[in-house]
C-alpha cells in the first residue's frame, strides 16, 4: 500500500500525537479521556476489523459486578479488601459509561438480575445462601444495602423448568451492546477522534517516535496504546493473558416470553437475558477450556448442544423456539482478577485483561490507561 499513498494522505492521515489500537470500550473510552483532557491532542484509533473485532459488539450485554457464586470463586484469588476494591471498579465503570452516553441512549434497563439453581445444585446453593449476608455488607458502600437475596418466590413468573432456587440482585442491569458501541463510537468522532478500520498491525518499531506498521501504511506516533485484550499477545508475547471464546445464540422473537432480567447459571459459565422478546444465551466454555482458549471466531457441536439443551429443559420448557443467530466473542483471561494497565515499553501502554468484564471496567480501563499516557509527558 506504501507504493499508492498520496502526498496528501500521508501528510494528513498517518501521523499523530496518540495512536490507540483496538475500538472496542476500552480502546474508546482511553482516546476520548485523553481528548477531553488535551482537546488540541491529536488521537487516532486503528481497528483491524469492519466493526470492533474481539468482545465489544459480541457480548450479552450485561452491566453486572457478579454473581454470588462468581463472587466466592474470585475472592479465593484474592482477599475480601482486593474483592471490594475489583467491584468498586466494575461499579464505577458501569456509573462512567452510564455517565458519558446516558441511559436512554445505551437502553439501560435495570432489569435486576438472578443466578439460577436446580436440586442437583444444592450444595452450591447452601454456599452461596451462606454467603448474601458476607457480600451484601462487603458492597453496601458501593452498590447500596441488600444487593443479594433469596427469591424463590420469582420461579414461577419466569416459567423456568427445573429450577428450584433463585438468588437475585436488584442492581444487576442489561444494556443494548449495539447501541452502546454506536454511540461510543459516534460520540469519538464528535471530539475529533479519528477511527480507521480494517487496519491489522504487523510490527511496531522504536527510532524518535513509534512507528507501527500496517496493511494499510506506517503510522507514526509519540505514545502508543494496545487497547486489544485477547489479541495482545500477538504484539507483546511476554503478557500473562489467556484468550477465552463465548458462544452466544439468540432466538427469534417469542410469544409472551416471560422471562425479564440478566440471568446466571453454573457459576456464571451460563448466562442469558430477554432482548426484544427474544432469548440471548451465551457460555458453555467450561465444556473444554482448552478448545475455546483460542482467537478464532466460531462454533463448537459440544457447546451448541449444551446452550440448545438449556434452553429446551430450563429457560423455555414446553415452547417452541427457533434460533435466529449464532456467534462468538473473544476475552482475555489471567490469573489475577485485576486488568492489566501499564507502560509495557518506554511509550508504549496497554490496557487488557478484561476477564469477561468488559462493559463493567472497560470505561475506567480506558480512563486509567490515558491517564498513564498523560502522566508520562504528552
Not at 457480548?59 to 457464586?69: D, E, I, R
Not at 452461596?128 to 452498590?143: A, Q
Amino acid at each position: 500500500m506504501d507504493n499508492n499513498i498520496s502526498y496528501w494522505e500521508k501528510s494528513s492521515f498517518f501521523n499523530y500525537d496518540v495512536i490507540v489500537v483496538g475500538s472496542g470500550i476500552v480502546g474508546l473510552n482511553a482516546a476520548i479521556h485523553l481528548r477531553k483532557s488535551f482537546p488540541n491532542l491529536n488521537v487516532a484509533i486503528l481497528e483491524s476489523g469492519f466493526l470492533p473485532s474481539g468482545a465489544s459488539t459480541k457480548n450479552a450485554g450485561f452491566a453486572c459486578f457478579g454473581s454470588v457464586s462468581e463472587l466466592i470463586e474470585q475472592e479465593k484469588n484474592t482477599n475480601p479488601d482486593g474483592l471490594y476494591r475489583i467491584i468498586e471498579r466494575r461499579w464505577r465503570g458501569l456509573l462512567k459509561l452510564r455517565k458519558l452516553l446516558g441511559d436512554k441512549t445505551i437502553d439501560y434497563q435495570p432489569l435486576g438480575g438472578y443466578e439460577l439453581f436446580k436440586n442437583e445444585d444444592v450444595d452450591l446453593l447452601n454456599l452461596c445462601v451462606s454467603k448474601i449476608e458476607h457480600f451484601n455488607y462487603l458492597i453496601k458502600n458501593i452498590v447500596g444495602e441488600d444487593a443479594f437475596s433469596l427469591s424463590n418466590d420469582k420461579i414461577n413468573l419466569f416459567g423456568f423448568g427445573r429450577i428450584n432456587h433463585i438468588i437475585s440482585n436488584q442492581y444487576e442491569a442489561q444494556i443494548d451492546t449495539g447501541k452502546m458501541m454506536f454511540a461510543l463510537i459516534r460520540y469519538a468522532q464528535s471530539i475529533g477522534i479519528t477511527i480507521l478500520n480494517n487496519c491489522s498491525i504487523n510490527q511496531i518499531n522504536r527510532s524518535k517516535q513509534i512507528t507501527v506498521s500496517t496493511n494499510q501504511g506506517q503510522f507514526t506516533c509519540k505514545k502508543l496504546i494496545l487497547a486489544t485484550n485477547a489479541y495482545i499477545k500477538k504484539l507483546i508475547p511476554s503478557i500473562n493473558i489467556e484468550p477465552g471464546r463465548g458462544q452466544v445464540i439468540i432466538t427469534k422473537p417469542i410469544k409472551n416470553l416471560k422471562a425479564a432480567g440478566t440471568f446466571h447459571y453454573d457459576k456464571g459459565y451460563y448466562y442469558f437475558r430477554n432482548i426484544n422478546n427474544r432469548i440471548l444465551l451465551g457460555g458453555g466454555r467450561n465444556i473444554d477450556f482448552e478448545a475455546e482458549k483460542t482467537t478464532t471466531f466460531g462454533q463448537t457441536p459440544s457447546v451448541q448442544l449444551a446452550l440448545e439443551n438449556l434452553l429446551k429443559t430450563v429457560i423455555l420448557p414446553n415452547q417452541k423456539f427457533e434460533i435466529d443467530l449464532r456467534w462468538s466473542g473473544i476475552m482475555a483471561f489471567g490469573n489475577t482478577l485485576e486488568p492489566l494497565i501499564a507502560e509495557v515499553e518506554h511509550d508504549i501502554f496497554c490496557a487488557t485483561r478484561c476477564n469477561g468484564m468488559g462493559i463493567a471496567i472497560g470505561s475506567q480501563s480506558g480512563e486509567d490507561v490515558a491517564e498513564l499516557v498523560i502522566k508520562s509527558g504528552l
